[in-house]
């Protein structure tokens, strides 16, 4: 069984910085998808960054490119989401995620759909707790 446990959240002013880190355990299938999403009160869910198992590029909503970095260290089974220039609408629980596949295709598949500006989550079947990011002066 896989488990999640996300740290790194907190107070922020505007124009500050966080990093996220989700401690990932438990993977069995071949290949893996893993994710932050966020979600605010009131709105949609949303797919900030994916990155695959096995590297490659990492796919990003468009409104977080250029601002948010997904990382993965292997070694310490970490993926980090490292948040710079941060506004108040990025105040939200966020939560990483992970979706297995035998196929590396489906996969990436299932980063690039996660990212949409409609996401696509439902294969992600394991979740963190969550960790709140509020950003305020």
């Known amino acids: 069984q896989v488990q999640l446990v996300e740290s790194g959240g907190g107070l922020v002013h505007p124009g500050g910085s966080l990093r996220l880190s989700c401690a990932a355990s438990g993977f069995t299938a071949d290949y893996y998808a893993i994710a932050w999403f966020r979600q605010a009160p009131g709105k949609e869910r949303e797919g900030l960054a994916c990155?695959?198992?096995?590297?490659?590029?990492?796919d990003y909503l468009d409104s977080v490119k250029g601002r948010f970095t997904i990382s993965k260290d292997s070694a310490q089974n970490t993926v980090d989401l490292q948040m710079n220039s941060l506004k108040p609408d990025d105040t939200a629980v966020y939560y990483c995620?992970?979706?297995?596949?035998?196929?590396?295709?489906?996969?990436?598949?299932?980063?690039?759909?996660?990212?949409?500006?409609?996401?696509?989550?439902?294969?992600?079947?394991?979740w963190g707790q969550g960790t709140q990011v509020t950003v305020s002066s």
């Open positions: 990155i695959s198992s096995n590297g490659g590029n990492p």
């Open positions: 995620a992970a979706a297995g596949s035998v196929s590396i295709s489906t996969v990436r598949a299932m980063c690039f759909m996660a990212t949409a500006k409609r996401p696509t989550y439902n294969n992600f079947d394991s």
